[in-house]
Protein backbone atom coordinates (compact mmCIF):
# COMPACT_ATOMS: atom_id res chain seq x y z
CA UNK A 1 0.00 0.00 0.00
CA UNK A 2 1.67 3.51 -0.90
CA UNK A 3 1.46 6.76 0.65
CA UNK A 4 -1.55 8.42 2.09
CA UNK A 5 -2.42 11.23 -0.63
CA UNK A 6 -1.95 14.51 0.65
CA UNK A 7 -4.70 16.84 1.61
CA UNK A 8 -4.14 19.19 -1.37
CA UNK A 9 -3.87 16.32 -3.46
CA UNK A 10 -6.99 15.17 -2.52
CA UNK A 11 -8.29 18.09 -2.38
CA UNK A 12 -7.65 18.75 -6.36
CA UNK A 13 -8.80 15.18 -6.88
CA UNK A 14 -12.19 16.25 -5.22
CA UNK A 15 -12.16 19.75 -7.69
CA UNK A 16 -11.59 16.95 -10.65
CA UNK A 17 -15.29 16.40 -10.94
CA UNK A 18 -16.06 20.62 -11.14
CA UNK A 19 -13.39 21.22 -13.81
CA UNK A 20 -11.18 22.83 -10.80
CA UNK A 21 -13.97 24.97 -9.51
CA UNK A 22 -14.70 25.27 -6.05
CA UNK A 23 -16.62 22.42 -4.52
CA UNK A 24 -19.32 21.91 -1.82
CA UNK A 25 -17.45 21.17 0.67
CA UNK A 26 -15.91 24.81 -0.26
CA UNK A 27 -19.07 26.27 0.08
CA UNK A 28 -20.23 24.92 3.38
CA UNK A 29 -16.70 25.76 4.91
CA UNK A 30 -17.08 29.22 4.01
CA UNK A 31 -20.94 29.61 5.51
CA UNK A 32 -19.69 27.99 8.12
CA UNK A 33 -16.69 30.53 8.22
CA UNK A 34 -13.92 28.43 8.44
CA UNK A 35 -10.74 28.70 6.45
CA UNK A 36 -10.81 28.10 2.03
CA UNK A 37 -7.58 27.00 0.41
CA UNK A 38 -7.77 29.52 -2.09
CA UNK A 39 -5.25 28.16 -4.60
CA UNK A 40 -7.41 26.33 -6.74
CA UNK A 41 -8.60 30.13 -7.19
CA UNK A 42 -5.68 32.02 -7.15
CA UNK A 43 -3.63 29.74 -9.71
CA UNK A 44 -6.23 29.61 -12.02
CA UNK A 45 -5.23 32.46 -14.01
CA UNK A 46 -5.11 30.79 -16.91
CA UNK A 47 -2.24 29.58 -19.64
CA UNK A 48 -1.00 31.67 -22.87
CA UNK A 49 0.68 28.40 -23.72
CA UNK A 50 -2.65 26.68 -24.30
CA UNK A 51 -4.25 29.62 -26.11
CA UNK A 52 -5.55 28.66 -29.60
CA UNK A 53 -3.37 30.14 -32.68
CA UNK A 54 -4.42 33.72 -34.20
CA UNK A 55 -6.23 32.41 -37.11
CA UNK A 56 -8.31 29.76 -35.09
CA UNK A 57 -11.65 30.70 -33.54
CA UNK A 58 -11.29 32.62 -30.08
CA UNK A 59 -7.48 32.83 -30.62
CA UNK A 60 -7.80 36.39 -29.63
CA UNK A 61 -8.40 35.33 -25.98
CA UNK A 62 -4.81 33.86 -25.36
CA UNK A 63 -5.65 31.33 -23.37
CA UNK A 64 -7.55 33.81 -20.76
CA UNK A 65 -11.13 34.12 -20.02
CA UNK A 66 -12.14 36.89 -17.93
CA UNK A 67 -12.64 34.99 -14.68
CA UNK A 68 -9.06 34.18 -14.83
CA UNK A 69 -8.23 37.24 -15.60
CA UNK A 70 -10.21 39.15 -12.54
CA UNK A 71 -8.63 35.86 -10.53
CA UNK A 72 -5.15 37.07 -11.70
CA UNK A 73 -5.89 40.81 -10.45
CA UNK A 74 -7.36 40.03 -7.21
CA UNK A 75 -4.68 37.69 -6.04
CA UNK A 76 -2.04 40.14 -7.73
CA UNK A 77 -0.26 37.87 -10.29
CA UNK A 78 -1.61 39.77 -13.44
CA UNK A 79 1.28 41.52 -14.98
CA UNK A 80 -0.23 45.07 -14.61
CA UNK A 81 1.50 48.82 -16.09
CA UNK A 82 0.64 51.45 -15.10
CA UNK A 83 1.56 54.86 -15.20
CA UNK A 84 1.82 56.35 -11.90
CA UNK A 85 5.18 55.99 -10.06
CA UNK A 86 3.47 56.19 -6.79
CA UNK A 87 3.85 52.89 -4.62
CA UNK A 88 1.83 50.18 -4.89
CA UNK A 89 0.26 51.75 -7.94
CA UNK A 90 -0.14 48.14 -9.82
CA UNK A 91 -2.29 46.99 -7.24
CA UNK A 92 -5.48 46.89 -8.97
CA UNK A 93 -7.77 44.99 -6.32
CA UNK A 94 -6.75 43.78 -2.59
CA UNK A 95 -8.45 40.71 -1.85
CA UNK A 96 -7.45 41.46 1.84
CA UNK A 97 -9.94 44.77 1.30
CA UNK A 98 -13.04 43.65 2.83
CA UNK A 99 -11.56 41.44 5.79
CA UNK A 100 -10.16 44.51 7.09
CA UNK A 101 -12.98 46.53 6.35
CA UNK A 102 -15.14 43.84 8.27
CA UNK A 103 -13.05 44.15 11.26
CA UNK A 104 -12.65 47.20 11.42
CA UNK A 105 -16.75 48.50 11.77
CA UNK A 106 -17.46 44.97 13.60
CA UNK A 107 -15.10 43.23 16.06
CA UNK A 108 -12.45 46.23 16.51
CA UNK A 109 -15.82 48.53 16.90
CA UNK A 110 -17.76 46.51 19.26
CA UNK A 111 -14.57 45.60 21.57
CA UNK A 112 -12.93 48.46 21.76
CA UNK A 113 -16.56 50.26 22.53
CA UNK A 114 -17.23 47.52 25.33
CA UNK A 115 -13.14 48.27 26.80
CA UNK A 116 -13.48 51.73 27.75
CA UNK A 117 -17.31 51.62 28.36
CA UNK A 118 -16.20 48.99 31.20
CA UNK A 119 -13.11 50.87 32.44
CA UNK A 120 -15.33 53.87 33.02
CA UNK A 121 -18.09 51.71 34.81
CA UNK A 122 -14.97 49.91 36.67
CA UNK A 123 -13.89 53.59 37.65
CA UNK A 124 -17.73 55.07 38.55
CA UNK A 125 -17.76 52.00 40.92
CA UNK A 126 -14.68 52.25 42.85
CA UNK A 127 -15.68 55.79 43.52
CA UNK A 128 -18.80 55.22 44.69
CA UNK A 129 -17.55 52.49 47.23
CA UNK A 130 -13.99 53.66 48.02
CA UNK A 131 -14.60 57.43 47.46
CA UNK A 132 -12.12 60.54 47.11
CA UNK A 133 -8.74 59.25 48.91
CA UNK A 134 -7.77 61.60 51.22
CA UNK A 135 -5.17 62.87 53.13
CA UNK A 136 -5.24 61.21 56.49
CA UNK A 137 -3.15 63.51 58.78
CA UNK A 138 -4.67 66.96 56.96
CA UNK A 139 -3.17 69.24 55.24
CA UNK A 140 -0.41 71.33 56.57
CA UNK A 141 0.12 73.80 54.06
CA UNK A 142 3.68 72.94 53.37
CA UNK A 143 5.17 71.74 50.34
CA UNK A 144 7.79 69.86 48.54
CA UNK A 145 9.04 70.05 44.90
CA UNK A 146 7.90 66.68 43.50
CA UNK A 147 8.38 67.27 39.57
CA UNK A 148 10.29 70.07 38.27
CA UNK A 149 9.42 72.46 35.48
CA UNK A 150 10.96 70.40 32.84
CA UNK A 151 9.36 67.40 34.04
CA UNK A 152 6.08 68.88 34.12
CA UNK A 153 6.54 70.25 30.76
CA UNK A 154 6.76 66.32 29.20
CA UNK A 155 4.20 64.96 31.07
CA UNK A 156 1.74 67.59 29.71
CA UNK A 157 3.36 67.75 26.16
CA UNK A 158 2.80 64.26 25.87
CA UNK A 159 -0.84 63.75 28.42
CA UNK A 160 -1.88 66.77 26.45
CA UNK A 161 -1.24 65.65 22.59
CA UNK A 162 -2.78 61.91 23.89
CA UNK A 163 -5.84 63.00 25.02
CA UNK A 164 -6.37 64.93 21.22
CA UNK A 165 -4.74 61.93 19.41
CA UNK A 166 -7.72 59.92 21.38
CA UNK A 167 -10.35 62.32 20.30
CA UNK A 168 -9.73 62.74 17.18
CA UNK A 169 -9.18 58.73 16.94
CA UNK A 170 -12.13 57.41 18.52
CA UNK A 171 -13.61 60.18 15.69
CA UNK A 172 -11.93 58.23 13.31
CA UNK A 173 -13.67 54.91 14.24
CA UNK A 174 -16.96 55.85 15.37
CA UNK A 175 -17.91 58.36 13.27
CA UNK A 176 -19.79 56.68 10.60
CA UNK A 177 -22.07 55.33 13.42
CA UNK A 178 -22.47 58.06 16.03
CA UNK A 179 -21.83 61.14 14.39
CA UNK A 180 -22.88 61.18 11.49
CA UNK A 181 -26.24 60.14 12.58
CA UNK A 182 -26.19 63.06 15.30
CA UNK A 183 -24.54 66.04 13.54
CA UNK A 184 -25.12 64.65 9.90
CA UNK A 185 -22.65 64.30 7.03
CA UNK A 186 -22.44 67.86 6.20
CA UNK A 187 -20.97 68.89 9.55
CA UNK A 188 -19.06 66.09 10.59
CA UNK A 189 -17.06 65.88 6.61
CA UNK A 190 -15.04 69.14 7.73
CA UNK A 191 -14.84 68.07 11.12
CA UNK A 192 -13.14 64.99 10.51
CA UNK A 193 -10.68 66.16 7.73
CA UNK A 194 -9.99 68.73 10.40
CA UNK A 195 -9.50 66.09 13.08
CA UNK A 196 -7.21 63.91 10.74
CA UNK A 197 -4.82 66.76 10.13
CA UNK A 198 -4.78 67.57 13.55
CA UNK A 199 -4.33 63.84 14.60
CA UNK A 200 -1.68 63.42 11.93
CA UNK A 201 0.81 66.59 12.58
CA UNK A 202 -0.02 66.16 17.00
CA UNK A 203 1.19 62.54 16.24
CA UNK A 204 5.08 64.17 16.69
CA UNK A 205 4.21 66.34 20.07
CA UNK A 206 3.32 62.71 21.52
CA UNK A 207 6.20 60.30 20.51
CA UNK A 208 8.73 63.91 21.61
CA UNK A 209 6.81 64.06 24.97
CA UNK A 210 7.35 59.78 25.22
CA UNK A 211 10.68 60.01 25.00
CA UNK A 212 11.81 63.47 27.11
CA UNK A 213 9.48 61.24 29.81
CA UNK A 214 11.25 57.87 28.76
CA UNK A 215 14.62 59.47 29.47
CA UNK A 216 13.67 61.39 32.70
CA UNK A 217 11.78 58.82 34.50
CA UNK A 218 13.21 54.83 33.61
CA UNK A 219 15.67 55.01 36.40
CA UNK A 220 13.14 56.08 38.93
CA UNK A 221 10.86 52.86 37.84
CA UNK A 222 12.98 50.21 38.45
CA UNK A 223 11.43 47.92 40.17
CA UNK A 224 12.51 47.11 43.75
CA UNK A 225 11.69 45.19 46.68
CA UNK A 226 9.64 47.73 48.36
CA UNK A 227 7.09 47.11 45.65
CA UNK A 228 6.47 44.05 46.40
CA UNK A 229 4.99 45.61 49.65
CA UNK A 230 3.09 48.31 47.93
CA UNK A 231 1.35 45.09 45.74
CA UNK A 232 0.64 43.36 48.85
CA UNK A 233 -1.28 45.66 50.54
CA UNK A 234 -3.19 47.57 47.50
CA UNK A 235 -1.26 50.79 47.18
CA UNK A 236 -3.96 51.24 50.33
CA UNK A 237 -6.11 51.99 47.87
CA UNK A 238 -8.45 50.07 49.22
CA UNK A 239 -8.06 50.47 52.86
CA UNK A 240 -8.32 53.70 54.92
CA UNK A 241 -5.26 54.95 56.82
CA UNK A 242 -2.81 52.19 55.01
CA UNK A 243 0.01 53.88 53.05
CA UNK A 244 3.02 51.73 52.14
CA UNK A 245 6.59 53.02 51.61
CA UNK A 246 7.46 53.82 48.03
CA UNK A 247 10.53 55.96 46.49
CA UNK A 248 8.99 58.61 43.71
CA UNK A 249 7.22 56.31 42.17
CA UNK A 250 5.17 53.70 43.40
CA UNK A 251 4.36 50.09 42.02
CA UNK A 252 1.24 51.07 40.64
CA UNK A 253 2.54 54.40 39.00
CA UNK A 254 5.84 52.35 37.52
CA UNK A 255 3.19 49.71 35.76
CA UNK A 256 1.43 52.82 34.34
CA UNK A 257 4.84 53.88 33.16
CA UNK A 258 5.84 50.78 31.45
CA UNK A 259 2.41 50.52 29.86
CA UNK A 260 3.21 53.91 28.25
CA UNK A 261 6.61 53.12 27.27
CA UNK A 262 5.39 49.59 25.61
CA UNK A 263 2.02 51.04 24.10
CA UNK A 264 3.47 54.37 23.23
CA UNK A 265 6.52 52.81 21.32
CA UNK A 266 4.27 50.24 19.88
CA UNK A 267 1.82 52.83 18.48
CA UNK A 268 4.58 55.26 17.54
CA UNK A 269 5.72 52.83 15.20
CA UNK A 270 1.99 52.19 13.30
CA UNK A 271 1.73 55.12 13.41
CA UNK A 272 4.71 56.30 11.46
CA UNK A 273 3.86 53.20 8.88
CA UNK A 274 0.71 54.94 8.43
CA UNK A 275 2.16 58.51 7.75
CA UNK A 276 4.40 57.10 5.78
CA UNK A 277 2.23 54.62 3.43
CA UNK A 278 4.26 51.60 1.62
CA UNK A 279 7.15 52.99 2.93
CA UNK A 280 7.79 51.35 6.41
CA UNK A 281 6.26 48.15 6.21
CA UNK A 282 6.76 46.13 9.42
CA UNK A 283 4.12 43.00 9.77
CA UNK A 284 5.77 41.08 7.35
CA UNK A 285 8.98 40.92 8.73
CA UNK A 286 7.52 40.92 12.66
CA UNK A 287 5.52 37.82 11.19
CA UNK A 288 8.41 35.67 10.33
CA UNK A 289 10.52 36.52 13.17
CA UNK A 290 7.19 35.43 15.61
CA UNK A 291 6.91 32.21 13.37
CA UNK A 292 10.19 31.31 13.91
CA UNK A 293 9.88 31.67 17.53
CA UNK A 294 7.66 29.17 17.37
CA UNK A 295 4.74 31.33 18.68
CA UNK A 296 1.79 30.48 16.30
CA UNK A 297 2.37 27.04 17.09
CA UNK A 298 2.20 27.81 21.10
CA UNK A 299 -1.12 29.10 20.59
CA UNK A 300 -2.24 26.29 18.21
CA UNK A 301 -2.92 28.54 14.94
CA UNK A 302 -1.31 28.31 11.83
CA UNK A 303 2.03 30.21 10.80
CA UNK A 304 1.32 34.03 10.55
CA UNK A 305 1.56 35.40 6.74
CA UNK A 306 4.77 36.94 5.53
CA UNK A 307 4.04 37.37 1.94
CA UNK A 308 2.15 40.65 1.81
CA UNK A 309 0.96 43.12 -0.66
CA UNK A 310 1.40 47.00 0.57
CA UNK A 311 -2.23 47.05 0.79
CA UNK A 312 -2.51 44.21 3.27
CA UNK A 313 0.99 46.12 5.43
CA UNK A 314 -1.36 49.15 5.55
CA UNK A 315 -4.16 47.26 7.14
CA UNK A 316 -2.20 45.72 9.76
CA UNK A 317 -0.81 48.41 10.64
CA UNK A 318 -4.14 50.16 11.09
CA UNK A 319 -5.73 47.66 12.99
CA UNK A 320 -2.74 47.41 15.19
CA UNK A 321 -3.20 50.98 15.90
CA UNK A 322 -6.45 50.94 16.81
CA UNK A 323 -6.21 47.81 19.06
CA UNK A 324 -3.43 49.25 20.92
CA UNK A 325 -4.95 52.58 21.24
CA UNK A 326 -7.87 51.91 22.82
CA UNK A 327 -6.20 49.80 25.23
CA UNK A 328 -4.11 52.68 25.74
CA UNK A 329 -7.17 54.79 26.55
CA UNK A 330 -8.43 52.58 29.05
CA UNK A 331 -5.17 52.51 31.23
CA UNK A 332 -5.13 56.43 30.58
CA UNK A 333 -8.46 56.90 32.02
CA UNK A 334 -7.68 54.73 35.57
CA UNK A 335 -4.21 57.76 35.39
CA UNK A 336 -6.49 59.81 35.13
CA UNK A 337 -8.95 59.04 37.60
CA UNK A 338 -6.21 58.62 40.09
CA UNK A 339 -4.74 61.72 39.57
CA UNK A 340 -7.73 63.83 39.69
CA UNK A 341 -11.23 63.15 41.54
CA UNK A 342 -9.41 59.81 42.62
CA UNK A 343 -6.79 60.95 45.29
CA UNK A 344 -6.87 64.40 46.97
CA UNK A 345 -3.30 66.01 46.39
CA UNK A 346 -2.29 64.08 43.53
CA UNK A 347 -2.99 67.00 41.01
CA UNK A 348 -0.95 69.39 42.81
CA UNK A 349 1.99 67.30 41.75
CA UNK A 350 1.62 67.45 37.71
CA UNK A 351 -0.43 71.35 38.51
CA UNK A 352 2.18 72.92 40.60
CA UNK A 353 5.18 70.43 41.04
CA UNK A 354 4.65 71.22 45.08
CA UNK A 355 2.91 68.91 47.22
CA UNK A 356 1.75 68.53 50.71
CA UNK A 357 4.38 67.41 52.82
CA UNK A 358 1.72 65.08 54.83
CA UNK A 359 0.70 63.59 51.37
CA UNK A 360 4.12 63.12 50.44
CA UNK A 361 4.70 60.93 54.11
CA UNK A 362 1.74 59.19 53.56
CA UNK A 363 2.35 57.86 49.48
CA UNK A 364 5.50 58.51 49.10
CA UNK A 365 7.56 58.15 52.51
CA UNK A 366 11.30 56.91 51.36
CA UNK A 367 11.64 59.94 48.69
CA UNK A 368 10.17 62.25 51.00
CA UNK A 369 12.60 61.01 53.38
CA UNK A 370 15.44 61.08 50.96
CA UNK A 371 14.47 64.83 49.61
CA UNK A 372 13.92 66.15 53.34
CA UNK A 373 17.25 65.09 54.30
CA UNK A 374 16.27 62.61 56.63
CA UNK A 375 17.83 58.23 56.82
CA UNK A 376 15.65 56.54 54.54
CA UNK A 377 12.97 53.89 55.83
CA UNK A 378 13.67 50.96 54.01
CA UNK A 379 12.49 48.51 56.78
CA UNK A 380 9.44 50.64 58.14
CA UNK A 381 6.52 50.34 56.27
CA UNK A 382 4.52 53.64 57.05
CA UNK A 383 1.07 52.92 57.95
Known amino acids: MGPAPSARAQDSASRAATGGAQTLEDILARQQGLKVDQAFRSEA ?22 PELWRALRF ?9 RAPAADVIIQDGG ?14 G ?3 LLAVLAALVLFYLLRGRIRIDG ?5 TVLRFSAIERFAHWLMAGSFVVL ?4 LMMIFGRVALIPLVGKEAYAPAMAAGKWVHNNLSWAFMIGLAMVTVMWVLHNIPNRQDLVWLAKGGGLFSKGVHPPARKFNAGQKIIFWLVVVLGFSISLSGLSLLFPFELPMFAKTFAVLNDLGVPQV ?7 TAMTPHEEMQFAQGWHAIVAFVFIGVILAHIYIGSVGMEGA ?37
Not at 76 to 84: L, M
Not at 98 to 107: D, E, K, N
Not at 166 to 169: A, P, V
Request: hydrophobic residues 40%.
Open 45 to 66: TGNPDQAAAITDQLGTLGGVSD
Open 76 to 84: GSADVTVSS
Open 98 to 111: MAWLHFRAGPLLHY
Open 113 to 115: GYL
Open 138 to 142: GITGL
Open 166 to 169: GLTG
Open 299 to 305: LGIADLP
Open 347 to 383: FDAMGSGEVDIQWAKEHHSLWYDEVSGRKPRDKVPAE
